[in-house]
């Protein structure tokens, strides 16, 4: 499987942003989103089974964060809503935490 992440930028706090996901080649059974800080170790933060479409959340972004995914597009999209600057990172999507995009940076911040 291969992944292209994409759509990182500088966002405000508060503001928003829409990460996505390309996959090709071979299936997988669910796309996971993980974030590293500087610093810090790498966390999951967000996923989706890829075949019905349930979602799990990290505790620190339920209510906020959002992920889906267009079946047809073979693409996961990862909605990010009141982001706050601890939200800073570089976001990483994964298929079956087995392959791994190159990763995308988000900064929040004034």
């Known amino acids: 499987v291969q992944l292209q992440a994409s759509g990182g930028g500088l966002v405000q706090p508060g503001g928003s942003l829409r990460l996505s996901c390309a996959a090709s080649g071979s299936t997988f059974y669910a796309m996971n989103w993980f974030r590293q800080a500087p610093g810090k170790d790498r966390e999951f933060v967000i996923g989706?089974?890829?075949?019905?479409?349930?979602?799990y959340y990290s505790e620190s972004v339920k209510g906020r964060f959002t992920i889906s995914r267009d079946n047809a597009k073979n693409t996961g999209y990862l909605q990010m809503n009141s982001l706050k600057p601890e939200d800073t990172a570089v976001y990483y999507c994964?298929?079956?935490?087995?392959?791994w995009g190159q990763g995308t940076l988000v900064t929040v911040s004034s």
């Open positions: 989706i089974s890829w075949s019905d479409g349930t979602t």
């Open positions: 994964a298929a079956d935490n087995d392959y």
